[in-house]
């Protein structure tokens, strides 16, 4: 008998897309640095003589990125499972949105799906953490940089934080934080980001590793219409809903043992992973900033 060779079948990495994955990273190494001079208040394209000063911010961002893919790469290797290069996504706003990352061999099961997935938002999401907590800690009125208080209401789970640590500081109308506070914010972004429940996002694979193709399908749809929605507050929702639609819509290929599901520590762990997604992105409502002493 012969078996032809299936359009589906994971496919090698091409020298094509191996330069494409290194154009991209370098590009990315010039939008993170381009984040850290916006963040500082310049345009290091207009202001090229002050690069020193991003670097310490462009380094932390890196690094975030960096965990991310070695994260998804360790588990992948546990599992005798081949990835391609990491394929990132420059951004001026943030740095980058995180990577796309194909999987080049057959999963045996869904458990495997899961692993690979969650690994990644997992590591960068504890050093994110990590560095935003040190920051906050770090922080003080003669910080770097000086926040509105508003500003915190933009992540529920940050606001949560801020308010253990710097406490009635945020009830005053500009707040001083150290920059491992905005390296860790961002990194905490490009964290759920990829968390979203899509296609072959991380959360996308996550959502399909647990409750299945025709549940991940939905998701997929409804987080498009989610970030049309969230485009007419935020135009960085739709641009990741066009990376989105054009390159990562998609539903990771079936692993050979679609019928066994992940366990119930798995199940745990991708409602914990949603849930901080959501605290991440979902910004504090005004009632509940007040309550809580947020912005004055």
Not at 10 to 20: D, H, K, M
Not at 244 to 254: H, V
Request: contains cysteine; proline residues 5%.
């Amino acid at each position: 008998m012969i078996v032809l060779p299936s359009i589906d079948d994971p496919q090698p990495t091409s020298i094509a897309q191996w330069v494409l994955a290194a154009v991209l990273a370098i590009t990315t190494i010039v939008t993170c640095l381009e984040t850290a001079g916006l963040l500082q208040g310049f345009d290091l394209f207009s202001s090229p003589s002050r690069w020193r000063e991003t670097t310490s911010i462009a380094l932390g961002i890196l690094i975030i990125l960096a965990t991310h893919e070695s994260a998804h790469r360790i588990l992948a290797h546990r599992h005798q499972v081949r990835l391609s290069p990491p394929f990132l996504i420059p951004t001026w706003q943030i740095g980058s949105f995180g990577a796309i990352t194909r999987i080049q061999s057959w999963l045996k099961d869904r458990s495997v799906l899961f692993d690979i997935a969650f690994a990644g938002p997992a590591a960068s999401g504890i050093v994110s953490v990590v560095m935003l907590l040190w920051g906050l800690l770090l922080s003080h009125q003669g910080s770097l940089f000086q926040l509105r208080a508003e500003y915190f209401q933009g992540s529920i789970l940050v606001a949560a934080l801020a308010r253990i640590i710097l406490g009635d500081q945020l009830q005053q109308p500009l707040v001083g934080v150290h920059p491992l506070v905005m390296v860790g914010w961002l990194g905490l972004v490009v964290s759920a980001i990829n968390l979203l429940p899509a296609g072959q996002l991380d959360g996308g694979r996550i959502v399909q590793a647990i409750y299945g193709r025709n549940v991940a399908r939905v998701t997929t749809i409804a987080t498009l219409i989610i970030l049309g929605l969230a485009a007419l507050a935020n135009p960085l929702a739709i641009y990741w809903a066009i990376v989105i639609l054009f390159l990562q819509r998609d539903l990771e290929r079936p692993a050979l043992n679609e019928l066994t599901e992940p366990d119930d520590t798995r199940a745990a762990l991708a409602l914990l992973a949603l849930f901080l997604m959501a605290a991440t992105l979902l910004p504090l409502t005004p009632s509940l900033a007040g309550r809580l002493g947020i912005g004055g």
